[in-house]
Nanobody
Framework: QVQLVESGGGLVQPGGSLRLSCAAS????????MGWYRQAPGKQRELVAA???????NYADSVKGRFTISRDNAKNTVYLQMNSLKPEDTAVYYC??????????????WGQGTQVTVSS
């Protein structure tokens, strides 16, 4: 059974920083891309940032220059460093990973979500 466990959300003032972590565990042969999505109340889930197994990154225009995605392949963990946070960054943030379990091809897995609130 594969699990993604997120941590690091919380309440922060505008201009502040937070670091999200997401660790994949269980029976894993290989992990391809990993990423972070977010969903604000009344809005659709959107891609925030993604990173391939080789380290190539992709960001939503709204977070470029403020957020940095990284991963530690040895720990099956992806991180999202969020700086200069704005109230519009408030959302539930979800970790996503394309994982190959034993005897199967790749499938998408999701974390449970972690709340990020940016407010004074």
């Amino acid at each position: 059974q594969v699990q993604l466990v997120e941590s690091g959300g919380g309440l922060v003032q505008p201009g502040g920083s937070l670091r999200l972590s997401c660790a994949a565990s269980g029976s894993i042969v290989s992990i391809n891309a990993m990423g972070w999505y977010r969903q604000a109340p009344g809005k659709q889930r959107e891609l925030v940032a993604a990173i391939t197994s080789g380290g190539t990154t992709n960001y939503a225009d709204s977070v470029k220059g403020r957020f940095t995605i990284s991963r530690d392949n040895a720990k099956n963990t992806v991180y999202l460093q969020m700086n200069s946070l704005k109230p519009e960054d408030t959302a539930v943030y979800y970790c996503n990973a394309r994982i190959q379990p034993p005897g199967s091809w790749y499938s998408d897995y999701w974390g449970q979500g972690t709340q990020v609130t940016v407010s004074s």
